[in-house]
């Protein structure tokens, strides 16, 4: 157990749609960071977020937002759903910003099928 | 993109067998990490060793890491059939991202 936990673990959407994803964090982790996994492939970076300002960023298309929020609980929202978007998405929190010597601690992922 | 690649992509070994991955990379690092995923659920962090470590032992587990060739190994040693999973390596540069390689699925069969 990670302490972190995310919401729906599954959901199944159309193409065109819009869909919002949520994390709630480990206490007092003011990181928050997303990340795609696709069948088969190691997970993607997306976005990180510290104490609600968005600190970096992948190379996903702006349709990929998110929000921080006071109570360490996040979303990742996407809009105009693609077939490719159907993936495995994760949340990872840390404590600090630089993260360089940190683990980060995930969550069990929301699986995302879109048709 | 990925940075990271995991070498071998699968492996099958016996209950009890000590089991290898590798891990090459691309660019210069603050820190590798090694995580296990069950069955394309959350990942659970293993060990992390930093840029001017050489060696690193938990449990069952020794990861060691040369710079100088860009690449890191996880053994686990006397496996068992609860370590059959998929691990992947990833490495730390600027900030908390943790950029991914594509990962090695290990199967201990009992």
């Known amino acids: 157990e990670t302490g972190v936990t995310q919401s729906p673990t599954h959901l199944i959407k159309t193409r065109g749609q819009q869909v919002t994803l949520r994390c709630s964090s480990q206490?007092?982790?003011?990181?928050v960071s997303w990340y795609q996994q696709a069948l088969g492939q190691g997970p993607q970076f997306i976005f990180q977020y510290y104490r609600e300002e968005e600190n970096g960023r992948g190379n996903f298309p702006p349709r990929f937002s998110g929000l921080q929020f006071p109570n360490y609980s996040s979303e990742l929202n996407v809009n105009a759903l693609e077939l490719d978007d159907s993936a495995l998405y994760l949340c990872?929190?840390?404590?600090?910003?630089?993260?360089?010597?940190?683990?980060?601690?995930f969550g069990p992922g929301t699986r995302l099928l879109v048709l | 993109s990925q940075q990271g690649e995991e070498d071998p992509q699968a492996l099958s070994i016996q209950e009890g067998e000590n089991a290898t991955m590798n891990c090459s990379y691309k660019?210069?690092?603050?820190?590798l990490q090694w995580y296990r995923q069950n069955s394309g659920r959350g990942l659970v962090h293993l060990i992390l060793i930093r840029s001017n470590e050489r060696e690193k032992h938990s449990g069952r587990l020794r990861v060691t890491l040369d710079t100088s060739k860009k690449s890191s190994s996880l053994l686990i040693t006397a496996s068992r059939a609860a370590d059959t999973a998929s691990y992947f390596c990833a490495t730390g540069t600027s900030g908390s991202r943790l950029t991914f390689g594509e990962g090695t699925q290990l199967t201990v069969n009992p």
């Open positions: 206490s007092g982790h003011n990181t």
């Open positions: 990872a929190s840390s404590p600090g910003l630089a993260g360089i010597q940190e683990t980060q601690y």
């Open positions: 660019t210069s690092i603050n820190n």
